[in-house]
């Protein structure tokens, strides 16, 4: 496998269900990042991992929860989500460097109906 | 704050057809800039890249140059295919190591048609 990996691709689940998003990247980066892409709404980013320490939440809701256990995987629990919380939901990932600027790769998204 | 700025859309144009989607941003210090594409039902993929000013990105037929003196990186291509057919987001990198942050227009829809 390359690159990173999410799963599942489709998720369907109830607003008092728990259930759990999976990424996973082989590129050797230390850095990885949660984001929501709602239709006809901007790409919001809600978490930033830099070498598995959380430094951003961008005010997101408890109702996710991210986990970052090293630097290769990431997860992001979800627990009483409301159905405007269905989205598409994009990992990503960098390899921070101190001298220059670096771009960010995807995953291909799972994509989250709460019903 | 960082910020990027894409044109409104979508964009409908025939096949072979030249595009341009303008993109322009606001930055404190030197920031690299990038353009992504997002095919239907995928994620967002790296299309091309510029890290300084003038530098030329360039893939797949498209191209973007970095304008310092406008803040801007179109993106241009002579002649557009079907495939084309996407979600286009501009964005930008700014900060190194752990300050480095990852800013994203809104994107723009193209749809080609044959």
């Known amino acids: 496998e390359t690159g990173v990996t999410q799963t599942p691709r489709h998720l369907v689940m109830g607003m008092t269900n728990k259930k759990s998003l999976k990424c996973e990247q082989h590129l050797g980066h230390n850095a990885m990042y949660w984001y929501k892409q709602s239709a006809k709404k901007p790409l919001e980013l809600m978490f930033v991992?830099?070498?598995?320490?959380?430094?951003e939440n961008n005010s997101v809701p408890s109702r996710f929860s991210p986990e970052c256990p090293n630097s290769s995987h990431l997860f992001l629990h979800l627990h009483t989500l409301q159905p405007e919380d269905s989205a598409l939901y994009l990992c990503a990932s960098s390899h921070l460097d101190r001298k220059v600027n670096t771009e960010a790769f995807f995953g291909q998204g799972t994509r989250l109906t709460v019903v | 704050g960082d910020s990027v700025t894409q044109m409104e859309g979508p964009v409908t144009l025939s096949e072979e057809a030249f595009l341009t989607i303008n993109c322009t941003y606001t930055a404190t210090g030197y920031p690299s800039l990038f353009w992504y594409v997002q095919y239907p039902g995928e994620g967002l993929q790296l299309l091309l890249k510029a890290t300084k000013a003038d530098d030329k990105g360039s893939n797949k037929g498209f191209e973007a140059t970095y304008r310092k003196e406008t803040t801007s990186f179109h993106l241009e291509k002579g002649s557009v295919q079907v495939s084309d057919s996407a979600v286009y987001f501009c964005a930008l990198s700014e900060g190194t190591g752990a300050n480095s942050k990852l800013t994203f227009g809104k994107g723009i829809t193209l749809s080609v048609r044959p």
């Open positions: 991992y830099n070498f598995k320490e959380q430094t």
